[in-house]
T-cell receptor, first 115, second 110 residues
Framework: NAGVTQTPKFRILKIGQSMTLQCAQD?????MYWYRQDPGMGLKLIYY???????DKGEVPNGYNVSRSTTEDFPLRLELAAPSQTSVYFC??????????????FGEGSWLTVV | DAKTTQPPSMDCAEGRAANLPCNHS???????VYWYRQIHSQGPQYIIH???NNETNEMASLIITEDRKSSTLILPHATLRDTAVYYC???????????FGPGTRLSVLP
């Protein structure tokens, strides 16, 4: 049981390049999330998904896209990378969004630098 | 969303109990209190959560006041590896966002 797995762990992008951060979970969770964390700051929600085929914007969605074709996978796409997207990205998942089973489990993070 | 207030930093001697307070005075009836920690920019690690009753697991204990307006996370025997930022979060009742504030930076000192 690996939990939430993110790849790559580190990446350097040039301005204007695009890339996809991969995220997979093996806990059969319905809900998946992408957060970013800037240095010294809290986590901010980028996008989330309530199930395969359903996604919605979070607090800071601009410059990103997501898809959810399967329950297990939730990739985050960065189009036309900008220096402001330099951050640590965390993927997460949960069985529910509230109640006793609302615990969110996080991956180990993907460090992205845009130069 | 209910908001939380935590002290920005705390120190604790190794081997002693670490008591981390959190105020959540606007919490509503069905909202759970969650605690996570983040060690040196690793992924946030779930510690414990509760609704009304005190809770204990292998990592920590959670004490919630009767009026639910505040809680305390207790690490019974802090070690150097417990040095981290600790986040107290009120989970919106079936809401999508888990709001992370600045948390408390706990330093366990030898």
């Amino acid at each position: 049981n690996a939990g939430v797995t993110q790849t790559p762990k580190f990446r350097i992008l040039k301005i204007g390049q695009s890339m996809t951060l991969q995220c997979a979970q093996d806990m059969n969770h319905n809900y998946m999330y992408w957060y970013r964390q800037d240095p010294g700051m809290g986590l901010k929600l980028i996008y989330y998904s309530v199930g395969a085929g359903i996604t919605d914007k979070g607090e800071v969605p601009n410059g990103y896209n997501v898809s959810r074709s399967t329950t297990e996978d939730f990739p985050l796409r960065l189009e036309l990378a900008a220096p402001s997207q330099t951050s640590v990205y965390f993927c997460a998942s949960s069985y529910s969004t509230g109640g006793p089973e609302g615990t969110i489990y996080f991956g180990e993070g993907s460090w992205l630098t845009v130069v | 969303d209910a908001k939380t207030t935590q002290p920005p930093s705390m120190d604790c001697a190794e081997g002693r109990a670490a008591n981390l307070p959190c105020n959540h005075s606007t919490i509503s009836g069905n909202e759970y209190v969650y605690w996570y920690r983040q060690i040196h920019s690793q992924g946030p690690q779930y510690i414990i959560h509760g609704l009304k009753n005190n809770e204990t697991n292998e990592m920590a204990s959670l004490i919630i006041t009767e009026d639910r307006k505040s809680s305390t996370l207790i690490l019974p025997h802090a070690t150097l590896r417990d040095t981290a930022v600790y986040y107290c979060i009120v989970r919106p009742d079936y809401g999508q966002n888990f709001v992370f504030g600045p948390g408390t930076r706990l330093s366990v000192l030898p």
